[in-house]
């Protein structure tokens, strides 16, 4: 069974940085795509950036050039560092591979103007 633990969110002001990192038991992030998603109160569980098992890498328009998805073989880590935070980044951030229909309890995200 896959277990998703998401970490690092807090509360932030606008321009700011933070580093979000999801440990994963159960299957390893090398040989999966994993992902980060995000769901603002209200609104629909969106997709924010995917990294596949060769290393490539896509983001959601609204995170380009701000946000950066990696992750750490050694530690079956993947974490999300977020740059230039706006309030339109407030969410819950969720990890997962996208095959599977999991998911953790994931981090709060909160971004002051």
């Known amino acids: 069974q896959v277990q998703l633990v998401e970490s690092g969110g807090g509360l932030v002001q606008a321009g700011g940085s933070l580093r979000l990192s999801c440990a994963v038991a159960g299957t390893m992030v090398s040989v999966n795509a994993m992902a980060w998603y995000r769901q603002a109160q209200g609104k629909q569980r969106e997709l924010v950036a995917i990294?596949?098992?060769?290393?490539?890498?896509d983001y959601a328009d609204a995170v380009k050039g701000r946000f950066t998805i990696s992750r750490d073989n050694a530690k079956n880590t993947v974490d999300l560092q977020m740059n230039n935070l706006k309030p339109e980044d407030t969410a819950v951030y969720y990890c997962?591979?996208?095959?599977?229909?999991?998911w953790g309890q994931g981090t709060q995200v909160t971004v002051s103007s």
């Open positions: 990294i596949r098992p060769r290393g490539t890498t």
């Open positions: 997962r591979p996208p095959a599977l229909n999991t």
